[in-house]
């Protein structure tokens, strides 16, 4: 077993064990190894640094809430754990986002004599461009004024360049789908759009029920958790967006 081979063991038995800083760490080793990552590798890194990442996320959000309704003392005290968090978050988003630009999004590692990079591999350049949009949002979302707007800037362009390639795989397919998901919730949640993120989010439903009869086994699971992930977003959405419309008729 070689040493690649070994620290994709090792990210294993950490997802297993949910040692999720481990598995991260593991994770950091194979893609430094070099080579592309299997289907597989990909879905072990991306696991590894969305709970890690997902743990802070938490945090803030937690102590966000009791900020607000504390006495000045706790306030002082929670701000300095805000901080503290927030920090920790960025240091995460900034590694596995240099990790994609390096590794696995690098052009100058791209075969040259390939110039359409689309048909090259639109699973994998749909991949970790979306997982860029989605670092970038996790920064966008504790951000400050002063950073806010450029991070936004850079998951949209993130999500939009994953999106050209999607285009290029089936509507059924979960890296397309999941793109779709995520897309919708950054139109939704940082640049409030709901009609944009509703447009975006029906579209990717509606064209997968035309293909369904044509899913393949293997992503059955995965892509069919996603659509109902997508409709379920989209009740909520219209739902909320009804409730002001009535409000505000209401004024």
């Not at 995520?182 to 139109?187: A, L």
């Not at 044509?214 to 995965?222: A, P, Q, R, V």
């Amino acid at each position: 077993m070689d040493n690649r081979e070994m620290k994709v063991q090792e990210a294993k038995i950490a997802e297993q064990t949910e040692r999720y800083q481990d598995m991260k760490e593991a994770m950091k080793e194979v893609l430094k190894c070099g080579g592309k990552l299997s289907s597989e590798e990909r879905n072990l890194l991306s696991v590894a640094y969305k709970n890690v990442c997902g743990a802070r996320r938490s945090s803030w959000r937690v102590v966000t809430s009791m900020i607000t309704n504390a006495d000045d003392e706790k306030q002082a005290v929670g701000k300095e754990m805000k901080k503290k968090i927030e920090d920790e978050l960025n240091e995460i988003c900034s590694d596995i986002l240099d990790l994609i630009d390096v590794h696995c999004l690098n052009p100058e590692k791209e075969d040259p004599e390939h110039k359409d990079h689309k048909q090259e591999d639109p699973e994998h350049k749909t991949f970790f461009n979306k997982m860029k949009g989605d670092y970038y949002r996790y920064q966008v979302e504790v951000a400050g004024t002063d950073t806010r707007q450029g991070l936004t800037d850079e998951a949209r362009l993130a999500y939009v360049k994953a999106n050209e390639y999607a285009n290029e795989l089936p509507p059924t397919h979960p890296v397309r789908l999941g793109l779709a998901l995520n897309f919708s919730v950054f139109y939704y949640e940082i640049e409030n759009s709901p009609d944009k993120a509703c447009g975006l989010a029906k579209k990717a439903f509606d064209d997968a029920i035309a293909e369904l009869d044509n899913l393949k086994e293997d992503s059955y699971k995965d892509s069919t958790l996603i659509m109902q992930l997508l409709r379920d977003n989209l009740t909520l959405w219209t739902s909320e967006m009804d409730q002001e419309t009535d409000d505000a008729e209401q004024q």
